[in-house]
């Protein structure tokens, strides 16, 4: 009985936060603590602003590793959700149970709201909130394979067996690799498995040069496979970059920004918001500085420094929010934005220039 009264006394409650959800397509919460706000969903992006203890935000995206993008009267941008709690239940009424208290869970398929009375709980979905995805089923034995350095880059998953080719999309592009179960793998320079094999026994972050960039076959295997070449050792990857500038960019239309500093519109800009009509609109380097869309990912320093850049515009066709692109800065830094939204025409950016 306690459980129902605290449900009927939480309904109004419920009923007004789904309001809010559905009009406003966030969700709002309060800082737990005091609470850095940075450019981009991870504790390596710059501090935008500071949040006080109790201070109301609006929720309005969370990602896999826990981080959210909030808005409020200040500098908008991304914080840890570990720090965030539902809002104080207001208004009057003291019908629900006391120790019934309501929790906000921010998970990457969305927040959820839950009524915990006790040691047990009611968990109630946000209106328009998907219930959560089944768990994945368990990975057998298998190898993942990268065309980026760090397991980055577009990849490709292979149960045990053989691939006599690879397609266009990894042949001769293949530089690291992620083990599963008991599976190995056997990465040869020419088709069926011909010329030099190399073998890979444990995750490898960059193949040897030997072999990176240059399988066109391989196999996946358990146990031994005699006459295989085994790999060497990983090389010893570099210390973490060093961050040269981050920070937040209200680029607004038609003005241009410089990275390397995060100015608006000075001698050596390097992205211009570039609009020639109201729907047609690029971003476009300046200055010699070049851009790489990829696939639109995160790839930090080690990706964007590795990517296939280019002096050609980018259509904002291409980039919906949420899109990282990297930059080769015109003073030769390597950088990554990602387009947190829009106010009007103005976009929302968050960047970090590297010291290359």
């Known amino acids: 009985m306690k459980i129902l009264r605290a449900l009927k006394a939480f309904s109004t409650a419920l009923a007004a936060l789904a309001i809010s959800a559905v009009s406003a397509a966030a969700v709002e919460a309060v800082a737990t603590t005091w609470l850095n706000v940075r450019s981009g969903p991870g504790g390596g992006f710059g501090v935008v602003t500071t949040l006080a203890p109790n201070t109301v935000v609006n929720v309005s995206e969370c990602q896999d590793n826990g981080w959210c993008y909030v808005e409020h009267a200040g500098p908008s941008g991304w914080v840890s959700s570990t720090y965030l709690a539902a809002p104080a239940a207001s208004g009057g009424g003291a019908s629900a149970d006391p120790n019934c208290k309501l929790s906000l869970t921010l998970g990457p398929s969305g927040p959820t709201l839950s009524l915990v009375c ?3 709980s009611v968990t109630v979905p946000l209106p328009g909130t998907p219930p959560p995805p089944p768990p994945p089923p368990p990975v057998g034995d298998q ?3 990268y065309q980026d350095p760090n397991y980055g880059g577009q990849e490709f998953c292979y149960g045990t067996g053989t691939l006599n080719s690879l397609n266009a999309t990894f042949n001769n592009k293949i530089s690291s690799v992620k083990l599963f179960g ?4 056997r990465l040869c320079d020419n088709t069926n498995l011909g010329g030099p094999c190399f073998a890979v026994t444990s995750d490898t972050a960059l193949l040897t040069a030997a072999i990176n960039d240059k399988a066109s076959s391989l196999a996946v295997h358990t146990g031994i496979w005699l006459d295989v ?3 060497p050792l990983p090389p010893v990857l570099p210390l973490l970059p060093v961050t040269h500038s981050t920070g937040a ?4 239309q038609t003005f241009s920004a410089n990275l390397d500093n995060g100015s ?3 001698a050596g800009a390097d992205i211009w918001y570039q609009a020639v009509t109201a729907a047609e609109k690029y971003i476009t380097p300046r200055n010699g500085a070049q851009l790489a869309l990829g696939d639109g990912s995160n790839r930090g320093y080690a990706g964007c420094r590795v990517a296939s850049f280019s002096g050609a515009q980018i259509s904002l066709n291409s980039i919906p929010v949420g ?3 990297c930059v080769k800065t015109s003073e030769g830094r390597t950088s990554q934005f990602r387009l947190n939204g829009y106010v009007g025409t103005t976009m929302k950016l968050g960047y970090t220039t590297w010291t290359n």
């Open 249 to 252: 960019i209200d680029l607004h």
């Open 182 to 185: 008991a599976a190995r793998a």
């Open 264 to 266: 608006i519109g000075s």
């Open 143 to 145: 190898a993942c394979f």
């Open 323 to 325: 899109t990282y692109v």
């Open 118 to 120: 006790g040691d047990g």
């Open 229 to 231: 070449v085994p790999l």
